[in-house]
């Protein structure tokens, strides 16, 4: 078996670069042998080599629809590991539905760069792609034409498809107006998502929901209804055989028998969260639950135990890549350092749990930093406002003083003179104003242009890093297929059978061809990187045009893509 699906991963490589046009139809004809993993609809799981497999697929299909399909796989792999590797791919996938007037898909890819913007913390561009997607899905039309529908259910039934995609929805957009604080909104979504996962009995989504309302009554204060809609999210996970986020739901119950003072029943749900969080890979809830197994042994007077637990913590937080995870750990070993009363240790993790903070508030002071000219702006042109009404104001009491000259010509001097002195200190101060606004303006625009200068270099350099990445999964590839046919060369030798060994020979050297061409590749790519940054002697040499060109073209391109990912 074994062999025979080497032989198919060969053969699907080779009529990638031979056919172009139709590959896509092998590669569905294929695509259960190589999405095993895949047991439910909707959720789309991946081994890494089978996404190796769909990144192979993503550069040489040109049908569309196919094309549409990776997207979809590759933007769910990357949700937790390359945030934007998955907006690119979820953004591709849905211009692709559009292209496709695939609506159904179209709403899919909004929920999915709704879950992706809201984690980057875009909450204003998240809340909108919501937004469009459920007025999509909520449009009974949608379920009209829908490609593959069993991708969002095992029934293939289009309403349950369009039902299924709309749940989704109205839960995932309920987390965005529970960080915005807009609570009246965000249960509305639920209840919504609720009915919806009831009517079509989609129980894996029925535990997200629970698991949503769980937290957000443990937030707000409601324990009791927080335990019960923890409790049931556990049985609809059961019921649907959904694990992905039971660990979750098995902390927040352990939480809320911790809030209640029930110390053993406590450590035992989160004894069995990490289990299920590490049996899910999910390295972000395993670090989570076992700060709260710390703050657990801190509210028993165990503070060894606490100390191991946050430590561990810390461990696996920083492993998995989550900053806010990170800076909650410290702060939890500086609870532990007090309870220990050493203040010195207690010292050093606030600190670092301020300098982790910071970091996380780097996003939003860029955007502030993006308003600050828009607001100076605003102040500079009032302040001219009220200068030139001044004047005006000026011009006219002069204008009545000299009138009244004759009159009162000893109270007009004396009052003119006292408004100037007037004058001269307003314009004194606001002069230091213009000057104070504009010294600040220019110290935001440098250090806008640095984050975006900063952030153009990031994307050209992810560009660059994806051109040389492509030859070398082949390279990976082949020479991974090569071992095993060597393998098997052996063992056919072993056997005597000179007729499969001569097949297994040439199969090895059209891959070591492969493995050169590709290897050549990689080498021409870097080459040409190196001659583009090398200093010019200034002397003329011949050079081979369409290679420079090539290379010139290539860079303008990653070049203009930094600057719009539209492009």
């Given at each position: 078996m074994r062999y025979i699906y080497q032989?198919?991963?060969?053969?699907?490589?080779?009529?990638?670069?031979?056919?172009?046009?139709?590959?896509?139809?092998?590669?569905?004809?294929?695509?259960?042998?190589?999405?095993?993993?895949?047991a439910a609809s909707y959720w789309e799981q991946w081994s890494k080599v089978q996404i190796d497999s769909l990144q192979t697929a993503w550069g040489g299909v040109r049908n569309d629809s196919s094309k549409?399909?990776?997207?979809?796989?590759?933007?769910?792999?990357?949700?937790?590991?390359?945030?934007?590797?998955?907006?690119?791919?979820?953004?591709?996938?849905?211009?692709?539905?559009?292209?496709?007037?695939?609506?159904?898909?179209?709403?899919?890819?909004?929920?999915?760069?709704?879950?992706?913007?809201?984690?980057?913390?875009?909450?204003?561009?998240?809340?909108?792609?919501?937004?469009?997607?459920?007025?999509?899905?909520?449009?009974?039309?949608?379920?009209?034409?829908?490609?593959?529908?069993?991708?969002?259910?095992?029934?293939?039934?289009?309403?349950?498809?369009?039902?299924?995609?709309?749940?989704?929805?109205?839960?995932?957009?309920?987390?965005?107006?529970k960080i915005t604080s807009n609570m009246p909104d965000a249960l509305s979504h639920l209840r919504s998502a609720i009915a919806i996962g009831e009517a079509i009995k989609n129980y894996g989504q029925l535990s997200m929901t629970c698991m949503a309302l769980a937290t957000g009554f443990w937030d707000w204060g409601q324990t009791d209804s927080s335990q019960f809609y923890a409790e049931i999210g556990l049985k609809y996970a059961d019921k649907a055989n959904f694990q992905k986020y039971r660990g979750d739901l098995l902390a927040t119950i352990g939480n809320i028998y911790l809030k209640k003072g029930n110390i053993g029943v406590s450590k035992k749900y989160f004894s069995e969260a990490i289990e299920t969080a590490r049996n899910q890979n999910n390295l972000v809830e395993v670090g989570a639950t076992l700060l709260d197994m710390s703050q657990l042994f801190v509210t028993s007077g165990n503070t060894d135990s606490a100390l191991w637990y946050n430590r561990e913590s810390l461990k696996t937080l920083i492993a998995s890549n989550d900053p806010a995870g990170v800076r909650d750990a410290y702060l939890g070993l500086v609870t532990v350092y007090k309870a220990r009363h050493n203040l010195v240790s207690a010292f050093k993790y606030q600190t670092l749990a301020m300098h982790a903070d910071e970091q996380l508030k780097n996003i939003e002071k860029i955007n502030q930093f993006k308003n600050i000219g828009f607001t100076q702006e605003e102040r500079l042109r009032q302040l001219e406002v009220e200068k030139t009404a001044f004047k005006n104001k000026l011009r006219t009491y002069v204008l009545l003083s000299g009138l009244?000259?004759?009159?009162?010509?000893?109270?007009?001097?004396?009052?003119?003179?006292?408004?100037?002195?007037?004058?001269?200190?307003?314009?004194?101060?606001?002069?230091?104003?213009?000057?104070?606004?504009?010294?600040?303006?220019?110290?935001?625009?440098?250090?806008?242009?640095?984050?975006?200068?900063?952030?153009?270099?990031?994307?050209?350099?992810?560009?660059?890093?994806?051109?040389?990445?492509?030859?070398?999964?082949?390279?990976?590839?082949?020479?991974?297929?090569?071992?095993?046919?060597?393998?098997?060369?052996?063992?056919?030798?072993?056997?005597?059978?000179?007729?499969?060994?001569?097949?297994?020979?040439?199969?090895?050297?059209?891959?070591?061809?492969?493995?050169?061409?590709?290897?050549?590749?990689?080498?021409?790519?870097?080459?040409?990187?190196?001659?583009?940054?090398?200093?010019?002697?200034?002397?003329?040499?011949?050079?081979?045009?369409?290679?420079?060109?090539?290379?010139?073209?290539?860079?303008?391109?990653?070049?203009?893509?930094?600057?719009?990912?539209?492009?």
């Amino acid at each position: 078996m074994r062999y025979i699906y080497q032989f198919l991963k060969i053969r699907l490589t080779c009529l990638f670069k031979t056919m172009k046009g139709g590959f896509h139809i092998i590669l569905l004809s294929f695509l259960p042998l190589v999405s095993i993993s895949q047991a439910a609809s909707y959720w789309e799981q991946w081994s890494k080599v089978q996404i190796d497999s769909l990144q192979t697929a993503w550069g040489g299909v040109r049908n569309d629809s196919s094309k549409m399909a990776i997207a979809r796989g590759l933007g769910f792999y990357y949700q937790e590991k390359d945030r934007d590797s998955s907006l690119y791919f979820h953004e591709k996938q849905f211009s692709l539905a559009e292209k496709l007037h695939q609506k159904l898909w179209q709403a899919d890819a909004l929920d999915q760069l709704g879950y992706v913007l809201a984690k980057m913390e875009n909450y204003p561009r998240s809340l909108q792609s919501f937004l469009d997607g459920i007025s999509i899905a909520e449009d009974q039309g949608t379920e009209k034409g829908i490609w593959r529908e069993s991708v969002f259910t095992q029934e293939n039934d289009p309403r349950i498809a369009r039902l299924t995609v709309l749940g989704y929805l109205n839960n995932d957009v309920a987390v965005v107006y529970k960080i915005t604080s807009n609570m009246p909104d965000a249960l509305s979504h639920l209840r919504s998502a609720i009915a919806i996962g009831e009517a079509i009995k989609n129980y894996g989504q029925l535990s997200m929901t629970c698991m949503a309302l769980a937290t957000g009554f443990w937030d707000w204060g409601q324990t009791d209804s927080s335990q019960f809609y923890a409790e049931i999210g556990l049985k609809y996970a059961d019921k649907a055989n959904f694990q992905k986020y039971r660990g979750d739901l098995l902390a927040t119950i352990g939480n809320i028998y911790l809030k209640k003072g029930n110390i053993g029943v406590s450590k035992k749900y989160f004894s069995e969260a990490i289990e299920t969080a590490r049996n899910q890979n999910n390295l972000v809830e395993v670090g989570a639950t076992l700060l709260d197994m710390s703050q657990l042994f801190v509210t028993s007077g165990n503070t060894d135990s606490a100390l191991w637990y946050n430590r561990e913590s810390l461990k696996t937080l920083i492993a998995s890549n989550d900053p806010a995870g990170v800076r909650d750990a410290y702060l939890g070993l500086v609870t532990v350092y007090k309870a220990r009363h050493n203040l010195v240790s207690a010292f050093k993790y606030q600190t670092l749990a301020m300098h982790a903070d910071e970091q996380l508030k780097n996003i939003e002071k860029i955007n502030q930093f993006k308003n600050i000219g828009f607001t100076q702006e605003e102040r500079l042109r009032q302040l001219e406002v009220e200068k030139t009404a001044f004047k005006n104001k000026l011009r006219t009491y002069v204008l009545l003083s000299g009138l009244g000259v004759i009159i009162i010509i000893a109270l007009l001097l004396y009052r003119n003179n006292r408004q100037r002195k007037k004058a001269n200190v307003i314009l004194v101060r606001q002069k230091e104003e213009i000057q104070n606004t504009l010294s600040e303006l220019k110290a935001t625009q440098q250090q806008l242009i640095h984050a975006e200068k900063m952030a153009s270099l990031g994307e050209l350099t992810a560009g660059v890093a994806h051109e040389i990445q492509n030859p070398l999964n082949f390279v990976n590839n082949f020479s991974d297929v090569n071992q095993e046919l060597l393998d098997e060369m052996k063992l056919e030798i072993d056997n005597g059978n000179l007729e499969e060994v001569r097949v297994l020979a040439q199969y090895i050297i059209d891959n070591e061809e492969k493995i050169n061409h590709h290897g050549k590749r990689a080498d021409s790519i870097v080459r040409g990187m190196l001659q583009h940054s090398r200093t010019s002697t200034g002397v003329k040499e011949p050079t081979d045009m369409n290679a420079l060109c090539d290379e010139y073209l290539r860079l303008a391109y990653h070049g203009f893509r930094a600057k719009d990912k539209e492009f």
